[in-house]
């Protein structure tokens, strides 16, 4: 039963660290979508990336939060210095390059900025 | 900007009667519409989908209705049970941009 893991599941941190969340797609995924999820913007895409290169991170502050995908088993997001109003749940999806079929989403990571 | 918008938060409806659950979208580039199902401490599911060629698809006892003139769709849930209750995401996306934009949920409730 092949799933997108994200580690950590939780994370509380204080205003100015940093913070990195990473991201497992499912194997033979070449496609990979970072999200956040708020309660007034619903879900929000930051990044995706197709065969490791970024296609597009407009939707990313660029001063703050970074994305990479540093081989085709991990993706990595970063938010250095974190504040209070990136509290949020950050979601990763994966799917293969093509398929305008479903993205497969993985459990999140729920981040708390005191 | 929200190029899909979902402009309920909320539905409650008794189990077993009908769910309606409307989405609208600004892009008229958009040709494949998603919905997707969430519960509590868990990533999206996909739900159901719709290509703009089709104004209708049903899977069981969910259908989605397209109206693209309107730019509207719609997922119609019969009948409504207890176990729908969740999170329902309505989401599109452009054949040539490839990615997908989401709306900002509609948080179903059916009440036994």
């Known amino acids: 039963d092949a799933r997108v893991t994200q580690t950590p599941r939780h994370k509380v941190t204080e205003m100015g660290q940093e913070v990195t969340m990473r991201c497992q797609p499912i194997?033979?995924?070449?496609?990979v979508f970072w999200y956040r999820q708020t309660m007034m913007q619903g879900l929000e895409l930051l990044a995706y990336?197709?065969?490791?290169?970024?296609?597009?991170d407009s939707g990313m502050p660029k001063d703050r939060f970074s994305a990479e995908m540093p081989d085709a088993t991990l993706a990595t997001l970063k938010i250095q210095p974190s504040e209070p109003r990136d509290s949020a749940v950050y979601f990763c999806?994966?799917?293969?390059?093509?398929?305008?079929?479903?993205?497969?989403f993985g459990p999140g990571t729920r981040l708390l900025v005191l | 900007d929200q190029q899909v918008k979902q402009n309920s938060p909320s539905l409650s409806v008794q189990e077993g009667r009908i769910s309606i659950l409307n989405c609208d979208y600004t892009n008229s580039m958009f040709d494949y519409f998603l919905w997707y199902k969430k519960y509590p401490a868990e990533g999206p599911t996909f739900l159901i989908s719709i290509s703009s060629i089709k104004d209708k698809n049903e899977d069981g006892r969910f259908t989605v209705f397209l109206n693209k003139s309107a730019k509207h769709l719609s997922l119609h849930i019969v009948p409504s049970q207890p176990g729908d209750s969740a999170v329902y995401f309505c989401?599109?996306?452009?054949?040539?941009?490839?990615?997908?934009?989401f709306g900002a949920g509609t948080r179903l409730t059916v009440k036994p």
């Open positions: 990336f197709r065969n490791r290169a970024p296609l597009d």
């Open positions: 194997l033979g995924h070449n496609t």
């Open positions: 989401a599109a996306s452009d054949y040539n941009n490839n990615d997908m934009r």
């Open positions: 999806a994966s799917r293969r390059t093509g398929e305008r079929e479903t993205q497969y």
